[in-house]
């Protein structure tokens, strides 16, 4: 994910549990990383689908 693409992005996420005092555990993974797995695992799924289209 660019830098520009997370800047759009991280606004639209909700705040993380342990700040403004509601307590909760800390984030153990970065969020944009997080984000980065998800689009990653979307993409190989779609190329996957794709070629098993074309057969």
Avoid: H, N
């Avoid at 307590?23 to 969020?31: I, Q, S």
């Avoid at 779609?46 to 289209?53: E, G, L, N, P, Q």
Wanted: glycine content about 10%; aromatic content about 8%; overall charge positive.
């Amino acid at each position: 994910m660019t830098d520009g693409q997370w800047a759009l992005l991280a606004p639209l996420l909700p705040a993380a549990g342990s700040t403004g005092g509601r307590g909760g555990r800390p984030e153990k993974w970065d969020r944009r990383l997080v984000l980065d797995a998800i689009f990653y695992l979307i993409d190989a799924q779609s190329v996957k689908t794709s070629a098993k289209d074309q057969r």
